[in-house]
Every structure is written in C-alpha cells, then in structure tokens.
C-alpha cells in the first residue's frame, strides 16, 4: 500500500466508524498522506495540555471524517469532551457564524447562571507552539451584557474564556453597545471593563462596523406588517443590539396607554421577567425571557423572507414574493399527480427552513403533501380541538394550496409543540413523528407488535435492530425488516395503514450500512401474527419458521423461511442444517391457498447528511412520479438576516433505478446512479409505507 504525498496541508475531523488504529469520534487529525485506496494517513492531536501537539498517527477512511480549515481544527480542539465537538457541526450555520467572530461581535454563551448574553472581546490562543505541526487551541474571552456586575474594584477581574461550543448564539451587533434598553425601561446594560490582549490572534474586522450604516437604513425603511400572537418578531434596542423572540401577549399594559408587545426572547436577558409586567401577569415563559415594549419598537424578523413591499435586501437570486392565505372552509385534498408538478417545483416551494428546523419540514412534507393514507388525519376541526391541530391543519392546506409554507408558520408550531428543544435544537423525525401522532392528532400507535413472550406493544415508527454479519453489502428494505422481526421474533398484530421504518443508524454520527437499496412495495404477508403463509418451497399451507435458514445462502438469504411440515424435515436433513431449531407457526382453522398477499407501498423517504434532512416523495401512481425536497437548499443573505430558500426538484430517475429487477439492483455501483439516487442509496434514514385500501381513521378529538 503505497501513500501519496499530500502537498496541501488539510485537517479532518473523525465522525463516524469505530475506533482504527489511535482515531475515534470526535478526534482531529492532520492529513499527512492519502493512500492508493483513499484512506488518509494522518497525525492525531491530543487532548489536555499537551492538545495541540501531535502524537503517532493511524489511518481512517476518508468517509468516516469531515474536512476542517487551520482555524475550525484550532476552535475544535479547545472544545472537551470530543462529543461536543459533533454536536456542534450538527449546526453548520452557527458553526460558521462562530468562526467569523471578531472583536465586539455579540454572542449569547453557555454559564452556570443560565444563557447570558455578552461581547467577544479577544480570540485566544491557549497552549505552546513548539513545532511546525502543532497547534494552538483558541478560545473566546467574553465581556457579559449584564447589569449585575460589580466595577468598585480599581482592578478589572479577568474576563472569562469560552470554547466554540459554549456559544449558542451568534447576535448580530450594529455598534459598540452602551445598554440593553429602551425609553419605557431598563432590561440590561454593558459595564464596560479594561480588557488586555494577551497572545492574542490579530483582529479580524468586526462584521459590526461593516454593517452599522445600512442597518439604520434598513430600520428606517422597513414597513411594519400587523403583528399577532405566534408572530417572530425582532427589536432593536436605541444602542443597536437587535433580540429576537415569538409574540405571546398584545394589549395595553396597566399604567400605559399605547399597545403593547409581551415577548418570548429566543435566550435569556439579565432584567427581563418570566411573563410579568410591573405587578401583572400576562403570560408564563422562562425567567430573564420575557421583554415589553411597544408595539412600534417591533419587526418582523429579518431572518426571514420579507414580503413587504419596498424592503430591499441583499439577494442572490430573485425569489418570488410569498402571496396572502386565508384559509377556506374546505380542507385541501392531496395534491393531485397532474398538478403536483406545476404547485410544487421549483426555488421557494415546499416548506421553508429557519433554525434546525429541516427534520420537521422534511417529515411534514413527506407526511402531507401526496399521501392518500394520511389524508383524513388533518380534517376540518371540532370546536373543542386543540389549537396547535388547528396550526398544522393550516400548515398542510397551504402546502397543498399554494404550493409554499413560509417559515414563520412552521415556527409558530414548534412553539406550540410546548418544548423548547423542538423550537430551537435539532430533533430526530422520530421524536417529533411519536409528538405528532400521539399529541397534536391524538391517535393510538399505529403498529402493535407481539413480541416472544405473546406482549403486545404499541408503537409509532419501527426501528430495524440486526447484526451487520446477518445481511449483504447491500440489502434492501424488505430484508433488512424481515431479519429484524424475526431477530426479535417480532410479529405485526394487523397490517397497519401507514408504517414508517427507521434505518440501522443513529443521525449522521453512525450508519450500519453503507447504502440501503429502496423496497417500494413492501411485503407484511409473513410478518403478520396468527396469519396464514406459504411454504418456502412447495407454496403449501406453511406450519414451521426457521431463524437460522434465514442466512443460508443456498436458500436465496433475506428471505423469510417458513415451511410446511414435509418441505421442514427435507430442508434439516441436510447436515448443515440438523442443528436448526424451526418454531411451529398457529395456522388458523379456515386457513386455504393460495394465501393473500398484504402490500404496503412506498411513498417517502427521509434522508440524512451533515445532520442535514432532506425526503424524496413519491406524488402519484407512475414510476417516476418523484420529488426531492430540501427546505434549505440555499440562501439569500447572511447568517443573521438572510432566510432560507427551499427548493423542490422533480427526481424521474430515481423512477428508472427502481424499475430494475431486485438481482439487478443488488449488483448495481452506487457511484455511477445519478447524484440524486445516490444520495438516496447513502443517506437514507426512514422509509415510509402507506395502504392505500386501508386509510387512517379520523383522530380522537380529546385532550391527550
């Protein structure tokens, strides 16, 4: 195996496989040589003081690692333990935010008091650079934005150091602030303190200074649209620093007479309530959260796509603008195959992304745009339904309608879910498809399960549990389902009408398989418990099932292995096969043949990159009939005041890959599939079946 020298200097970070020769998750590496195979041999930096000096090296496959610039290895490093270091690339954009900070920029920074605003004042490096393949560690000294601190001390008290990853917010700051406060009352200030630069990186440039003129002009400029409660919406205080939050509470508060605007900030304020104004309460939120101001001090927020007329913004492509909705009496059926096209493809369609959101926007629009099963869950509500069943009902007649969710909707429901994590960090679809049927739709599982001891459980996905030596390079849905029941000896109670499978891998950290061949129809027939079945063999009335046949090359793997009782003794008379324990099956009294066969379709995909969701869904009957969507696919502006733009691309190929005969699809080479196929193959994370002879059943309009 020879190494090619690698001229370029690069450095990696380890996020996935298991540990190989000194590498592990969350470890970086500097790339010294790449070999004949494309593995990268490279030196690993290692922790405590000693972080910055290399120690003997190994080798790592290249897909197992992410790609970092000299200064993103040096802000990693300073991060411990190594699991933070991935949490923290799950979030690219503010990832990236962290790594353009410069002095006085605004940050609001993990502490024991809670999340605190505050102002990077110095980027320093930390730890001794002896040799040429060292590196620093580099960290943030911050000055807090509070009014809690005490300057009688002639001395100014060092300032405090933070990693990368204790920063959860990058706020945008027009100038050099001098209080967090407006004309009606005080919610905060800045005690400025002497601050000495030591071994520090050279300044880059505050974003501050570069953006400070066109922010007041833009603020002078920006016509004001009629809030309401669930509204996102920011203010700018008379120093400049801008806050962001969700409208809770209109009115007018006792002692004023102008409106009001009881507002839930994104992160805690030294000075601001939990919902109390003076002696009154108006709303509940966490403490330091809560902010009053006049109506006319609020925005609409500027991290999204603006409709109002005359806003100028820095855009990289045109995108049209967002037209009103006013929901009808009439609930908007699925968006039909001959229209789907016209409604929904192009730049700006589907639903739009904003703030880690993209797991929810790619599971709502799998969920509710085209499928048939689902399509009574979300009908025209009681009067006693739940308000956040009303939002979502709202969300998916406008995705049918128009074409487009603006980000502001689907933002308000997170809000409405009740949970923080889900308003602000990025979730599993999983947790947030057991939220949404079990919650905000109020239905029972939709999978009950018996398990070996006759139990039976309810449930709302499937998650495929197997041992990778079980299963080929590549396998496909239907095999990776049927080793998995019967693994766990796991049987369906009734063919379920929508059923959702959860691939062997856990986010983007670890996937058991390289790439998943899609099933698109999926066959329950002998996963069904107490349910008459076909002989492997013969295609008689089947009475034994064999676990250990399931493997046996000799009899086509993957495939479930039931027998009737003469086909049974022949197959374990082989001498390979006499120390095979086949259980005998409960064949039912009316049992005939040929037996039924029970489908279910495909109908979506959910796929995974860079902690990235994006789906593939399929809107009609014909083979091609399929979509890629991604609610993040580019954007217009800056981290802080740009907004998403999702995009909707028509996907026919993917049609043609999966007309293939299956023995065809199992010697296919993934790299030479088209880009988006093969996106499909690599990062698939859930697959979701629909029976379409057997639709959902209204919800049960009662409180959960």
């Known amino acids: 195996m020879e190494p090619k020298a690698v001229v370029k200097e690069k450095f990696f970070i380890v996020i996935r496989g298991k540990s190989r020769k000194g590498f592990c998750r969350g470890c970086i590496g500097r790339v010294e040589a790449e070999t004949q195979r494309g593995e990268l041999m490279g030196l ?12 003997s090296g190994g080798i790592v496959r290249r897909e197992d690692t992410y790609p970092l610039t000299r200064h993103q290895a040096q802000l990693l490093l300073f991060v411990s333990p190594a699991s933070k270091r991935l949490e923290l690339l799950c979030n690219p954009q503010l990832f990236s935010a962290i790594c353009e900070l410069s002095p006085d920029d605004l940050v ?111 603020s002078t400029t920006r016509s004001q649209s009629p809030l309401e409660v669930g509204s996102t919406v920011e203010v700018v205080s008379n120093s400049g620093i801008t806050v962001y939050g969700v409208v809770q509470w209109l009115g007018v508060p006792e002692g004023k007479a102008a409106e009001w605007a009881g507002i839930e900030l994104d992160y805690e304020v030294s000075g601001c309530s939990d919902g109390k104004y003076g002696s009154q309460r108006y709303f509940t939120c966490k403490g330091n959260r809560a902010l009053f101001v006049p109506v006319t001090k609020c925005s609409p927020d500027g991290r999204f796509a603006s409709t109002s007329a005359g806003k100028e ?85 406008r995705l049918r309608r128009q074409g487009f969710v603006p980000a502001e909707s689907v933002m308000n429901f997170r809000k409405q879910l009740g949970c923080d994590t889900f308003r602000t960090e990025e979730k599993d679809p999983e947790e947030f498809i057991t939220v949404l049927f079990q919650k905000v739709l109020c239905m029972e599982p939709l999978l009950r399960l018996r398990s070996r001891r006759e139990t039976s459980q309810g449930a709302y996905t499937f998650q495929i ?41 856990f986010g983007n950290k670890y996937k058991m398989f390289s790439h998943i061949i899609p099933s698109t129809e999926l066959d329950l027939t ?32 993957g495939s479930i292995k039931q027998f009737c009782t003469t086909c049974n003794t022949q197959v374990h008379s ?18 005939g043949t040929p037996v039924l066969r029970h489908m279910m379709q ?11 969701y994006v789906s593939f869904v399929k809107y009609g009957p014909d083979p091609h009939s399929w979509l890629f969507f991604d609610s993040m696919a580019d954007r217009c502006g800056d981290d802080q005041h740009g907004y998403n733009i999702p995009e909707i691309r028509a996907c026919p190929e993917l049609g043609d890959f999966l007309s293939q005969p299956e023995e065809e699809l199992a010697r296919a080479n993934p790299s030479h599939a088209p880009e988006l196929v093969r996106r499909l193959l690599c990062d698939s994370y859930m697959f979701l079946y629909q029976n379409p002879a057997k639709p959902l059943s209204k919800p049960n309009h009662q409180e959960s």
């Open 44 to 55: 690993l930096y290692c922790g405590g003081s000693n972080a910055g000096s290399p120690k």
């Open 313 to 397: 913004a820095p855009k990289p492509t045109e995108t049209p603008p967002v037209p009103p909705f006013e929901d009808s009496e009439e609930d908007a059926p699925p968006i039909p195959e001959s229209e789907a096209l016209s409604l929904l493809e192009g730049r700006m369609k589907g639903i739009q992304g904003h703030i880690n959101s993209c797991y929810l926007d790619a599971a709502l629009f799998s969920l509710f745009s085209s499928s048939v099963t689902l399509d009574n869950i979300c009908q025209k509500p009681a009067d006693t339904e739940q308000p956040i069943t009303c939002t979502l009902r709202k969300i998916v007649n």
């Open 465 to 505: 549990f197997l041992e990778k030596e079980q299963m080929g390079q590549m396998p496909t849905v239907q095999q990776l389902l049927d080793t998995s029941c019967l693994s766990g000896d796991l049987k369906f109670e009734e063919m379920p009408s929508c059923l959702m499978v959860q691939m062997p891998r």
């Open 574 to 591: 082989h001498p390979l096969r006499q120390d095979h324990s086949p259980k005998a099956l409960t064949v039912p009294a009316d049992s």
């Open 602 to 612: 495909l109908f979506a995909v959910l796929c995974i990159h860079t902690s990235h």
């Open 108 to 218: 609001v920074v993990r502490h024991k008091k809670g999340h605190l605003p505050g102002l990077v004042k110095n980027l320093m490096q930390i730890g001794r650079k002896e040799g040429k393949d060292d590196l620093h560690m580099l960290g943030f000294e911050v000055e807090f934005v509070d009014s809690d601190h005490n300057l009688s001390s002639k001395k100014p008290a060092p300032l405090p150091l933070f990693s990368a990853a204790d920063i959860v917010q990058v706020v945008p700051s027009y100038s050099v602030p001098s209080g967090l406060h407006w004309k009606d009352g005080q919610y905060g200030s800045i005690n400025r303190k002497a601050v000495t630069r030591i071994n520090s990186m050279p300044a880059i440039g505050s974003r501050a200074r570069q953006v400070r003129e066109s922010h007041t002009e833009q």
């Open 526 to 557: 002998d996963l069904l418990y107490n349910s008459p079945r076909e002989c492997f063999i013969c295609g008689h009335l089947a009475e034994y099932e064999c676990l250990q046949c399931l493997t046996d090359r000799k009899l086509q793997p």
